[in-house]
C-alpha cells in the first residue's frame, strides 16, 4: 500500500480535473527515506473549444497519461521531505475536428512521424527522464518544485527552434507564458 505524499498529491492533481469528491478524502502521510512510489496519471477531457471568430467550434476529445517515480531522497526533523521525481514517459491522444493526433514516448520515432507528432515528440522529450527536485510538508502538501520551470523553457526553446516559423513561435510563447 503506497502512503507517501507522493499519493496524495497525485490524488489531489487527479480530483482537481476531475469531478469533486462529495466528501473530503484523509491520506496520512508517511515520508520515509529510500521509498520509491511509482504512479500512472491518466486524464481525460472532452469539451468543444472555438479558436478566433473565422473557425467554428470543434469539439474535442483528449486522453493524457503520464508516469511518474518519486524516490524520497531525505526526511527532516520536522518530517517534512525531499523527494527526486523523474517523468519516465508521456502519452497523448487527441482528436479535434476530426484531426487525430496520437503520441507515446514509449515508442516514438521521429523519422516516421508527421510534423504534428514530431513537435509533441521534441517537446515531450524533453520531459520525459528529467528528473526534478520535490519539496513536501510533514502533511504531504508540495511547498517547491525546482528544475520544472527550466525544463519548460528548454521543450518550447526547443520545439521554437525546430518549427522555424513566427506564427509557431508566437505560440509557443504565449503557451510557456501561462
Do not use: W
Not at 521509498?35 to 491518466?42: A, E, G, N, S, Y
Not at 511518474?68 to 502519452?91: E, G, H
Not at 514530431?118 to 502533511?139: A, I, N, P, Q, R
Amino acid at each position: 500500500m503506497i502512503r507517501t505524499s507522493t499519493m496524495i498529491t497525485a490524488l489531489i492533481s487527479i480530483f482537481a480535473l476531475t469531478a469533486q469528491a462529495a466528501d473530503p478524502i484523509e491520506f496520512k502521510v508517511l515520508h520515509k527515506k529510500g521509498r520509491v512510489t511509482t504512479l500512472k496519471i491518466v486524464t481525460k477531457s472532452v469539451g468543444s473549444m472555438k479558436m478566433g471568430e473565422a473557425i467554428p467550434e470543434q469539439k474535442f476529445t483528449q486522453t493524457f497519461e503520464q508516469g511518474m517515480r518519486m524516490t524520497c531522497l531525505k526526511v527532516n526533523p520536522d518530517n517534512s521531505a525531499a523527494y527526486d521525481m523523474v517523468l519516465p514517459y508521456a502519452a497523448m491522444s487527441m482528436n479535434m475536428g476530426g484531426m487525430q493526433m496520437n503520441f507515446d514516448s514509449r515508442s516514438f520515432d521521429p523519422g516516421k512521424a508527421d510534423l504534428t507528432t514530431k513537435m509533441l515528440g521534441m517537446m515531450f522529450s524533453v520531459l520525459t527522464g528529467k528528473h526534478f527536485k520535490l519539496e513536501m510538508d510533514e502533511h504531504g502538501n508540495t511547498t517547491q518544485v525546482t528544475g520544472m520551470k527550466e525544463a519548460m523553457k528548454d521543450a518550447f526553446a526547443k520545439l521554437e527552434e525546430e518549427a522555424g516559423s513566427e506564427q509557431v513561435s508566437q505560440m509557443l510563447q504565449q503557451m510557456n507564458s501561462v
